[in-house]
C-alpha cells in the first residue's frame, strides 16, 4: 500500500485551475522528487498532500495518506495523520520557527506530542535527554547551547537543522521537504542535503522531495515527476529523465543544470 496516494487531483482558486489532474504514489522508504518551476504548484500539491491548503484553494480528486482520505477530511482526522504518518521541513525554516521560544522548546513539543499519542508521559529529564539527542542527529555542535537558543540567534544552516529535528520528533513515515534547501547559500545547501539523504536512509522513511532544482533533487531521490503549470509533463527514475528527457521543458530542465555544472567546471 502507498504511503501517500494522490489520484487526479485538481487544485482550484475560484475558475483558475493551478493544479490538474495530478496523480503520485509514494511507498513506504522511496524517494521521489518533485520538480518544476517556480509558481508550477509545488507548494500547493504539498500542502493538498497533508490537508493543509490556504484558504480559498478547493481541491478534487483524491488523496490517501496513510490510507485516509485528506480531500474533504475534518481537522480531527488531518490532524492525527500529521505529525504521525508524516512532518513537512519548508523553505524558509524561520516561518516553522517561534521568534520568543528557545529552540530546545521548540523541539520537546512534537517530541511530547508524539509520546503522548503512544500513551507515553515524558517527564522533563527525559526530554531534555531526547531534545539533547535529536540535535546531535541533526549534528549541531554544542546542543546544550544551542537548545537555549532564540532562532534568531542562530544562522539559516542551523535553523533549518532544528525544523528538521522538529520532523523526525514526529517519526513520521514520510518526510516532505517543500524547497528546504533553497534560501541557504550553496555550501549550506550541500550539507543540509546530505544530512536529510542520511537521516532518510538511516530511519527508512519515505520522502517527497520538492525542488525547482533538478540536479539537487537528482542526489536523493530514485523517482521524479516533472510539473509544469500544474500538470505532471514526465516522470521516472532520475537517470533516465536526466538521461533521456522526453517532455521538452525537461529537456531545459536538464540542458540548464549542464551548462550550470560546466561552468562550475563540475563533472556530472
Ligand atoms: N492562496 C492562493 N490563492 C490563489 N492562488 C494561489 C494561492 N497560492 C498559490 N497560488 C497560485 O498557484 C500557483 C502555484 O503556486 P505554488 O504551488 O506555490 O507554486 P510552486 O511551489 O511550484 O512555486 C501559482 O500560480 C500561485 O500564484
Ligand atoms: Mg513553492
Partial sequence: MSLLAIDHLTLSAGAQTLVSGLSLAIAAGERVGLIGESGSGKSLTAMAATGLLPPGITAAGSVLLGG???VGAPDRVLDRLRGTVTATIFQEPL?????????????????????????RTLDRHQLRRDVQALLEQVALPHPERIARAYPHELSGGQRQRIAIAMALACQPQLLIADEPTTALDVTTQAEILKLLDTLVRERGMALLFI????????????????????????RGPVEEVFARPRHEYTG?????????????????
Wanted: glycine share 8%; proline share 4%; aromatic share 2%.
Fill in 95 to 119: 516561518t516553522a520557527l517561534d521568534p520568543l521560544l528557545r529552540v530546545g522548546r521548540q523541539v520537546a513539543e512534537p517530541l511530547r506530542r508524539r509520546a503522548a499519542r503512544d500513551g
Fill in 211 to 234: 525542488s525547482h532544482d533538478l540536479p539537487i533533487v537528482a542526489q536523493v531521490v530514485q523517482r521524479v515527476v516533472v510539473l509544469r503549470r500544474g500538470v505532471a509533463v514526465e
Fill in 68 to 70: 485516509r482520505q485528506v
Fill in 252 to 268: 531545459a530542465l536538464v540542458a540548464a543544470a549542464r551548462a550550470f555544472d560546466a561552468a562550475l567546471g563540475g563533472s556530472r
